[in-house]
């Protein structure tokens, strides 16, 4: 049930839709080398951002675990995250024969070795696993990690900024109890990690929207690489050119999600929102507002299907907490202002102080033309055409998970006020799995109490399959 909205604008979501927002105080203070890009501190600007405007008063603010070397091994092997949690800059020589295997830390390198590397990773990488554990088990349908999203990392190699694939290990997750799942990556670098994962596989269908061509990083992403094997067709990648605009993105990228969602039929979504597709990025070559970023992350919760929402890459700071902050608000269903609430990074957000400036662009032209945007939107279009109807799973039995653990209350389990402070356990209840709880004649629950039990995932996917 809805409640009507109340006077700060937006609409109080039903339970099961109210965000779990992921934040770890520590995974900002990261630092990969003063000349790097990549700036680990952009999380805590956004988490700033996101106070100023009290979002976190209409989600629940989750502090999440670390993920151990168990955890990341679900995808990566034992012998990369053996040596990514050993190596540091004082015992750099005893490994150069894994540094050249991994390719991890040519000194101005795009994925160099700096302090604190491995908990790094074990932080941003324990938002997403938890994330996924917490939509198996029913505590929201709706979840945030803006410190994960790092598409670029393989199986047994670091890639582009990227260490450990947060975004592989929380979808093998959700594959213990979804169908179908589908990934969906707006970063302006093409999607290449997660692809190849789930390259030859049916139960997960990747999509990427990025800039292809000239040497653009990682080189992967034409149109034609579309899946092999049972993944055939499960595959899509749309590749731009330099300078596109919100008009011309969207053009292209609402046909294409729709089409995807009517054909595919995920029962869950895993969004990539990599902020470097703005306009002004240090490294990105699109165009686009944060309004326009904003449309796509609307657009894929307009869906109502159960969604994971990542970060990912953003290098120009201001305007990447800019677009999370203000995307946060939209899945969390309120409306902000445009003037930026004092804030501990105030001065940031000079001279005008506005949430959604106008980003003029230092970018060339759309390079876009209307008639390349209509070819790649049929193409895609035809290929999901030959998809079959929402392919089905063979029932098998689940894997165990922690949900057995998180049972009884954990007093490590954390839930933090607004400063970030632990305010302890018993915020958020454990909705019954169906395997517990499937009654085919329940009546569907009355989801008007904060947090009660919601329709479960069991219950929801039963009906789904019912309708097909
Ligand atoms: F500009 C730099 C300064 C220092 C270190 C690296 C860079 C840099 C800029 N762009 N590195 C790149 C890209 N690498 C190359 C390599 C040169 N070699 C021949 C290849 O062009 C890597 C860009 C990585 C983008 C990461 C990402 O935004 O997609 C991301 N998403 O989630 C997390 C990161
Ligand atoms: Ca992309």
């Known amino acids: 049930m809805t409640v009507p909205s109340d006077d700060s604008g937006g609409t109080e979501l039903p339970g099961n839709r109210v965000p779990i927002y992921y934040f770890d105080p520590v995974v900002g203070a990261f630092h990969y080398g003063p000349r790097h890009p990549m700036k680990p501190h ?8 996101v106070l100023s405007y009290r979002l976190q008063n209409h989600m629940h603010l989750y502090k999440p675990k670390l993920a ?8 990566h092997t034992e012998e990369y995250i ?4 050993k190596v540091t800059n004082d015992n750099c020589s005893q490994f150069s024969q894994e540094l050249k295997q991994f390719s991890v830390g040519s000194p101005n390198g795009d994925s160099p070795v700096f302090g604190g590397m491995y908990e790094f990773c074990q932080r941003f990488c324990g938002g997403s696993l938890t994330a996924a554990q917490h939509m198996n088990q029913g505590l929201s349908d709706v979840t945030i990690n803006w410190a994960g999203g790092l598409h670029h990392a393989k199986k047994s190699e670091a890639s582009g900024f990227c260490y450990v694939n947060d975004i592989c290990v929380a979808i093998l997750e959700l594959l213990k109890y979804h169908p179908r799942v589908m990934y969906l990556d707006i970063d302006v670098h093409h999607g ?41 067709y499960y595959s899509v990648n749309v590749p731009l050119r330099d300078g596109i605009n919100d008009e011309t993105y969207h053009d292209v ?3 294409i999600m729709d089409g995807i969602i009517k054909y595919y039929r995920p029962t869950a979504l895993v969004m990539q929102c990599g ?4 306009g002004m990025d240090r ?3 699109f165009n686009l507002s944060i309004g326009g970023h904003g449309e796509a992350v609307n657009h894929m919760k307009s869906y109502g299907i159960p969604i994971m929402y990542l970060g990912g890459g953003g290098y120009t700071l201001r305007n990447v907490a800019r677009c999370w902050a203000y995307e946060t608000s939209i899945i969390a269903g309120r409306r902000v202002g445009n003037d930026i609430p004092y804030n501990d990074y105030h001065e940031f957000f000079m001279p005008d102080y506005k949430l959604q400036p106008t980003i003029t662009s230092n970018k060339p032209d759309n390079l876009n033309k209307k008639e390349y945007i209509e070819y790649i939107k049929e193409s895609t279009l035809q290929n999901l055409k030959r998809l079959p109807f929402a392919p089905s799973v063979q029932m098998h039995d689940v894997p165990p998970d922690l949900y057995y653990y998180d049972d009884f ?14 305010i302890g356990p018993g915020q958020m209840q454990r909705r019954p799995h169906y395997h517990e709880h499937y009654d085919e004649n329940a009546p569907d629950v009355d989801n008007s109490d904060e947090m009660r039990r919601h329709k479960t995932m069991g219950e929801c996917y039963n009906d789904h399959l019912k309708s097909l």
């Open 68 to 75: 151990t070397k168990y955890d990341m091994c679900t995808f």
């Open 82 to 85: 053996d040596f990514l949690s």
């Open 42 to 49: 952009r999380i805590h600007i956004t988490h700033s951002l």
């Open 253 to 255: 990228y609402k046909p």
């Open 283 to 285: 490294l990105g070559v």
């Open 192 to 232: 290449d990690g997660v692809q190849e994962a789930f390259y030859l596989t049916d139960r997960v269908m990747t999509v990427s929207f990025h800039k292809y061509g000239r040497d653009f990083f990682p080189g992967t992403g034409d149109m034609y690489e579309i899946g092999e094997q049972q993944g055939k």
């Open 409 to 422: 209350e954990d007093p490590d389990d954390t839930h933090m006020d607004e400063s970030g402070v632990n």
């Open 275 to 278: 902020a470097d597709s703005l």
